[in-house]
């Protein structure tokens, strides 16, 4: 039961059969597991929450590490932070942090695990206010590649804070006062798409709040068309007036009120999604218009249709909406994004399907996808085709230059200083 426990992904797709698991329960039993590993040179995967989607990134077919026992909430009222294990979902640290009144910026959905948002990202319905997750770290606690355990803060080693390369075991991470939220779900028939359309676009033109963030989503589910929109005011209730175009629009499903920030993250089924086969994509938006609402609207219903028959279950299409200083809230560098010039708004394609038979022609339609909305928002004057994809949310083909742009040659220096024996070659994720 522990191995299965173990070796369990969210996606299918991304799960494999190891030849055995372990469970460290302290940062030395990391220590000695990684030095056997790498003297062994034997392949090794290392699972948070198990929501990686590509093959490989988190499991292996060798030994699967599960950061489960990982699991402490420390908070520190004087420093205003929160040191968090890795093997936690952010709903635990979620719900730790609420007797105190405070929270932290991590995963906008249920059942995600904290390593790979502290490392990779993080876009939050807080992002506005604060940034993305990983803007808010203060230190990590890293298992180096050869089996050091050593914390790590910008001020005592930038390059491994810039670029991690090891087993990080807790995130040391800026807390924020938390209390009630208002906001949750509201769900429209195909009927209703172009009132929602157009109650986006008005909402992206006209509401500049930092308190206030919605996340779209267009939906295909089993060839059924559905569309939702995760409304979202950090406040118990939201001005007058702010969500009024979502909510007079007839609706098949409405879960709005004033929650705990918890109850609104949990409140949205992605659960639905897990054990099928699962691939991300990700486009860039300097604008976000009826007619580009209109145009992804498009993409939903035709590759939904067009892939029924390569199995596919959920084909999604969200519109992910952040004011342009998204980016300023960090006070060192980070390797993703490479720019923090401008903030954009996001694409975010998201394809479930059964038959790994089906593989090559979900990744090609995602491909078509992806260049298609490209070259539609460039054709509208949109500068949006050399943005960098979100590397938590990038299919497995894309070139590091597309995630991290300038930052590899630096990445890669980094890499050869701290791991010469490429031990994390053994393991998954992006390969520098």
């Given at each position: 039961m522990q191995h299965n426990k173990d070796i369990y992904h969210w996606s299918a797709s991304s799960s494999q059969?190891?030849?055995?698991?372990?469970?460290?329960?302290?940062?030395?039993?990391?220590?000695?597991?990684?030095?056997?590993?790498?003297?062994?040179?034997?392949?090794?995967?290392?699972?948070?929450?198990?929501?990686?989607?590509?093959?490989?990134?988190?499991?292996?077919?060798?030994?699967?590490?599960?950061?489960?026992?990982?699991?402490?909430?420390?908070?520190?009222?004087?420093?205003?932070?929160?040191?968090?294990?890795?093997?936690?979902?952010?709903?635990?640290?979620?719900?730790?942090?609420?007797?105190?009144?405070?929270?932290?910026?991590?995963?906008?959905?249920?059942?995600?695990?904290?390593?790979?948002?502290?490392?990779?990202?993080?876009?939050?319905?807080?992002?506005?206010?604060?940034?993305?997750?990983?803007?808010?770290v203060v230190a990590f606690e890293l298992v180096l590649p050869n089996g050091t355990v050593t914390d790590v803060t910008d001020s005592t080693n930038p390059d491994l804070f810039f670029a991690l390369r090891g087993i990080v075991t807790r995130v040391t991470v800026k807390t924020y006062p938390q209390g009630q939220v208002w906001g949750g779900r509201v769900s429209y028939g195909p009927g209703q798409w172009e009132n929602a359309t157009s109650a986006i676009a008005n909402f992206w033109?006209?509401?500049?709040?930092?308190?206030?963030?919605?996340?779209?989503?267009?939906?295909?589910?089993?060839?059924?068309?559905?569309?939702?929109?995760?409304?979202?005011?950090?406040?118990?209730?939201?001005?007058?007036?702010m969500y009024d175009d979502f909510l007079k629009i007839p609706h098949i499903e409405q879960d709005i009120s004033s929650r705990s920030y918890v109850d609104l993250v949990q409140s949205l089924p992605l659960n639905l999604t897990s054990n099928l086969r699962s691939v991300f994509h990700w486009v860039a938006m300097e604008e976000v218009t009826t007619d580009v609402l209109k145009m992804i609207a498009n993409e939903t219903l035709f590759w939904g249709k067009e892939l029924l028959n390569s199995s596919a279950v959920i084909v999604s299409y969200d519109v992910d909406l952040y004011v342009p200083t998204l980016y300023d809230h960090v006070d060192s560098p980070t390797a993703y994004p490479p720019s923090r010039d401008k903030g954009y708004s996001f694409i975010e394609v998201y394809y479930g399907w059964l038959d790994a038979n089906y593989d090559d022609a979900i990744f090609n339609a995602l491909d078509l996808s992806a260049q298609h909305m490209t070259q539609a928002l460039t054709d509208a004057g949109q500068n949006i085709a050399d943005v960098a994809i979100y590397p938590n949310n990038a299919p497995p083909n894309t070139s590091l230059e597309k995630m991290y742009g300038d930052n590899v040659p630096r990445l890669q220096a980094i890499k050869k200083a701290v791991d010469p024996d490429n031990v994390m070659g053994l393991t998954g994720g992006w390969k520098f």
């Open positions: 059969t190891s030849d055995c698991s372990f469970e460290p329960e302290t940062t030395e039993d990391v220590a000695i597991a990684l030095r056997i590993l790498g003297q062994t040179q034997t392949p090794f995967g290392i699972k948070s929450g198990g929501h990686a989607a590509n093959a490989g990134f988190s499991s292996t077919p060798g030994v699967q590490i599960a950061m489960y026992s990982f699991s402490d909430v420390v908070y520190n009222s004087t420093t205003q932070t929160a040191t968090v294990g890795t093997g936690l979902l952010w709903d635990d640290v979620y719900v730790k942090l609420e007797q105190y009144g405070v929270t932290v910026v991590g995963a906008k959905v249920t059942a995600i695990g904290v390593g790979g948002v502290a490392l990779g990202g993080g876009y939050s319905y807080l992002t506005n206010q604060y940034g993305l997750a990983f803007d808010s033109a006209n509401v500049h709040d930092t308190k206030a963030s919605i996340y779209n989503t267009y939906n295909l589910v089993a060839g059924v068309p559905e569309m939702s929109s995760i409304l979202f005011y950090d406040a118990p209730m939201c001005p007058e007036g």
